[in-house]
């Protein structure tokens, strides 16, 4: 019985942005002029794919293409950017509280009664606890739905590999990023096909958990039995004898 040996480790990168990253500020355009808008690239036309050559038994995927043009890899990519975006912007508020109370520290400490003085220095150390245990809080949380998102699309994916190879009767697909190729005809190139078998498999939803029985009463023990002593037994009246 003939086997394809499917070696693809999947490695592909779902994007995300630094936990707490800083945007540069954009030069500020001169007096009366309207700002120039980003100039934008024309996208390039899409070519339709290469024939695959016929009678070939070794082909290759970029698993970075599929996580970049398939719908579930966009969707995993926009779930992880926007957890990015809710703690960047939970971070630049817990930034800005330290810096105020920081600026306060530093404008009005020297006037400040020793208490106070204490007491504003101690909530900026809390601030700054606080600040560093949520940069690592927040990087562990956007990791773990990283690997989350992407075992799901490997369990995806890992049947789809299988069909594509057995429909183009393949002995060997590989991973371009992972198998050191320097060239290739076009044709070898499977990417588009499995993009099209990604996005036009049904999703399965999950398994529903069994239904737990709900909890009966406990049923309460029969009170035991007292056994009863035999009270004493009267004497029989003894009958008269006949004359």
């Known amino acids: 019985m003939r086997r394809f040996a499917i070696a693809a480790p999947l490695l592909f990168v779902l994007s995300a942005a630094p936990v707490i990253a800083q945007a540069p500020t954009p030069a500020a355009p001169a007096a009366g002029q309207a700002p120039a808008a980003p100039a934008q690239p024309p996208a390039p036309a899409p070519q339709p ?7 070939a038994k070794v082909a290759f995927v970029d698993f970075q293409r599929v996580a970049q043009e398939s719908v579930d890899g966009q969707g995993s990519t926009a779930r992880i950017n926007a957890l990015v975006a809710k703690k960047q912007a939970e971070g630049a508020e817990k930034s800005k509280q330290l810096q105020l109370n920081q600026q306060r520290l530093q404008q009005s400490g020297g006037v400040m009664s020793d208490q106070a003085r204490t007491q504003l220095e101690k909530e900026i ?88 029985p709900a909890p009966t009463a406990p049923t309460r023990p029969a ?10 037994t009267a004497p029989a009246t003894p009958t008269a004898p006949k004359p």
């Open 49 to 55: 794919p290469a024939p695959f050559p016929q009678g």
């Open 125 to 212: 150390e809390r601030q700054q606890r606080e600040g560093e245990r949520f940069q690592q809080d927040a990087q562990a949380e956007i990791t773990e739905l990283q690997q989350e998102l992407q075992l799901e699309f490997q369990k995806r994916l890992i049947p789809l590999l299988q069909q594509v190879a057995q429909e183009k009767g393949l002995q060997l697909l590989l991973s371009r990023a992972d198998a050191g190729i320097v060239w290739w005809d076009p044709g070898l190139d499977l990417t588009v096909d499995l993009v099209k078998k990604l996005d036009a498999a049904p999703k399965t939803a999950p398994a529903a958990a069994p239904a737990r």
């Open 223 to 232: 009170a035991p039995t007292v056994p009863t002593k035999p009270g004493p």
